[in-house]
């Protein structure tokens, strides 16, 4: 009995999904941060105006998202938000 062999090419990426993408864009800044090894360097690099940035841009989409978003959606922004801000002031201190 052989098994087929599962690539993960053959696995569709989630998309439309609100927790995800801020998610996705949180790891980056993370990255960006160097909190998190780059998968392309396998290096932790600081770029704090890249992190500024993605920050700046969920700060945006916070304001963007006002009364469009559920309680859920709002919260895990928020907190998102509010753990980056945390961890940049820190590192550009």
Not at 3 to 32: C, E, K, W, Y
Not at 38 to 55: D, I, S, V
């Amino acid at each position: 009995m052989t098994q087929a062999v599962r690539r993960a090419s053959d696995v569709p990426l989630p998309g439309g999904n609100f927790h995800l993408f801020v998610t996705r864009l949180s790891i980056q800044a993370m990255i960006s941060m160097g909190i998190l090894e780059n998968p392309l360097t396998h290096k932790k690099e600081a770029h704090l105006g890249n992190a500024r940035m993605l920050l700046d841009d969920l700060s945006m989409l916070r304001e963007k998202m006002i009364g469009n978003l559920d309680s859920d959606e709002e919260a895990h922004l928020d907190k998102v938000i509010g753990d980056l801000e945390a961890a940049l002031t820190q590192l550009e201190a």
